[in-house]
């Protein structure tokens, strides 16, 4: 199993240039979920995806849109990037929704804009 | 609301000192507590777990005590060892509007020397 993967690693974009984050889970979870890390914060929750069909706001959603494409995809979209959407991004799945799973992340991908 | 607190770093330490990375927590209800590791370049990873009060996670020679009277969840490791420089992440998870909220520690960068 290849657990969580995202495409791409790295991304460079100029401000305003649009893009989206791919995300991909084999391991059959029902919930996904889209964080960014900026230093000092800890992650914090973007958007996510509680079941096929179904998303939903986080904490700092704006900016950003998504996409529950199957049950295995879920991806990140930047209509319009701005400077402040420089971070490290992550996506994580989990079997269920209640508090005692486990959230399995992948590698992350490290976006700049210019 | 619900938060995490968890020690500031950098902590830096020689190999095989003994190492406590302190957590405190603020939440409605009864979450269960994670610490996550997170290697450079790499996404995180779950280190441990505890689902109730008093449950005590252990893994790879680290522990954590659910300590409810005191909405702690301290991480210890008796002799640590280069490999173990990483940041670490106390974490809470509760079910939320039908999705499994976690909320992070800013983390805690560790720094073993030879």
């Known amino acids: 199993n290849a657990g969580v993967t995202q495409t791409p690693k790295f991304q460079v974009l100029k401000t305003g240039q649009s893009m989206t984050l791919q995300c991909a889970q084999d391991?059959?979870?029902?919930?996904m979920y889209w964080y960014r890390q900026d230093p000092g914060m800890g992650l914090r929750l973007i958007y996510y995806?509680?079941?096929?069909?179904?998303?939903d706001k986080g904490e700092v959603p704006n900016g950003y849109n998504v996409s529950r494409l199957n049950k295995r995809e879920f991806s990140l979209r930047l209509e319009s990037a701005a400077p402040s959407q420089t971070s490290v991004y992550f996506c994580?799945?989990?079997?269920?929704?209640?508090?005692?799973?486990?959230?399995?992340f992948g590698p992350g991908t490290r976006l700049t804009v210019t | 609301g619900d938060s995490v607190t968890q020690m500031e770093g950098p902590v830096t330490l020689s190999e095989e000192a003994f190492l406590t990375i302190n957590c405190t927590y603020t939440a409605t209800g009864y979450p269960s507590l994670f610490w996550y590791v997170q290697y450079p370049g790499e996404g995180l990873q779950l280190l441990l777990k505890?689902?109730?009060?008093?449950d005590k996670g252990s893994n790879k020679g680290f522990e954590a005590t659910y300590r409810k009277e005191t909405t702690s969840f301290h991480l210890e490791k008796g002799s640590v060892q280069v490999s173990d420089s990483a940041v670490y992440f106390c974490?809470?998870?509760?079910?939320?509007?039908?999705?499994?909220?976690?909320?992070f520690g800013a983390g805690t960068r560790l720094a073993v020397h030879p």
């Open positions: 391991m059959n979870h029902n919930s």
């Open positions: 994580a799945s989990t079997l269920g929704s209640g508090g005692t799973y486990e959230q399995y």
């Open positions: 505890a689902t109730k009060a008093d």
């Open positions: 995806s509680a079941s096929e069909g179904t998303t």
């Open positions: 974490a809470l998870s509760l079910p939320r509007g039908g999705y499994n909220k976690l909320i």
